[in-house]
């Protein structure tokens, strides 16, 4: 790239760290930080970026910061915090959180960084840790696409997805995330009920989900996530049980405040919060298979 811009990206998790790889290979200035300073350290040392001792350091040194972080609690400490995001003093004005929060918080960080004068967009992502390694992301931002911000924004989010899509109003992002996360947690139980199923009738696990993968109900998400059904042990962790019962949970909350039922949610929300009960929190949410077909549920 002949311009550098300087992009800072805070939080380098499972998804985080191949999204901020991407745009270092992009050819960014690329600045990160982490929750675990030796995380970021070590990410820079080994991508050959520059690294932040906390997230107003990080804001400091970039023009646009983009920030993946896992529930509220989290966007709290690193925008809100004693060296958070609103402390810096200068530094970038434009800000993208693509975690999965709830719309209430993202709708006070919009309100947060305007009284700053600076930019705020929810971008959260759909698509699992292959497709943020092979910049293969789904992005759903929370604003219009013709914005000054959304034209900064787009060469940099396309090097880290397929494609985005601009929903026109903040918290429009985040509520499509947790649409789409309630059609997957609801399909992920309803798959791990139906290999139960299978199982329990004779009928060969590998055989069992070759039938359903390529069957009218086939999606990305049945054949991406099928190692994890049939051997959990052998794959690394891509999902946990309790980020699921998160999304879902801050769904309800959403659907309450807009007078929206949601009783198929409610029942996987039991079901979430039972398996995190049993010990299977830090599990892959695949390991719902294991919990139902146990009779657990």
């Known amino acids: 790239m002949t311009d550098r811009l300087r992009i800072g990206f805070a939080g380098l998790g499972r998804m985080g760290e191949r999204m901020a790889a991407n745009l270092v290979r992009a050819g960014f200035d690329v600045c990160v930080w982490n929750r675990t300073v030796s995380?970021?350290?070590?990410?820079?040392?080994?991508?050959?970026?520059?690294?932040?001792?906390?997230?107003?350091q990080l804001a400091e040194q970039s023009d646009i910061v983009f920030s993946m972080l896992a529930d509220d609690a989290a966007v709290e400490q690193v925008y809100f915090g004693s060296a958070g995001f609103?402390?810096?003093?200068?530094?970038?004005?434009?800000?993208?959180?693509?975690?999965?929060?709830?719309?209430?918080?993202?709708?006070?960080?919009?309100?947060?960084?305007e009284t700053a004068r600076r930019s705020f967009v929810d971008a959260p992502v759909s698509g699992a840790t292959k497709a943020a390694e092979d910049a293969q992301l789904l992005i759903m931002a929370g604003a219009e696409a013709t914005t000054p911000v959304a034209e900064m924004l787009e060469p940099v989010l396309a090097c880290l997805g397929k494609r985005t899509i601009w929903l026109g109003a903040v918290g429009a992002g985040a509520t499509m995330k947790l649409s789409v996360n309630l059609l997957i947690h609801g399909m992920n139980q309803t798959l791990s009920e139906a290999l139960a199923l299978t199982d329990g009738a004779g009928i060969p696990t590998a055989l069992a989900y070759e039938v359903i993968e390529n069957s009218a109900v086939a999606a990305p998400v049945i054949s991406y996530r099928k190692g994890l059904y049939l051997d959990e042990a052998a794959h690394d962790v891509s999902f946990t049980v309790a980020l699921a019962c998160k999304d879902v949970g801050l769904a309800l909350e959403l659907a309450e405040g807009l007078s929206v039922r949601m009783p198929q949610a409610t029942l996987n929300q039991n079901v979430l919060k039972a398996a995190t009960d049993a010990g299977y929190d830090a599990r892959d949410m695949a390991s719902l298979y294991d919990f139902v077909k146990r009779g657990l549920a």
């Open 39 to 56: 995380k970021a350290d070590v990410f820079a040392e080994v991508n050959g970026c520059r690294s932040a001792a906390n997230p107003a």
């Open 86 to 113: 609103l402390t810096a003093k200068s530094g970038a004005a434009i800000f993208a959180e693509m975690g999965t929060i709830s719309v209430s918080k993202v709708k006070a960080m919009a309100q947060a960084m």
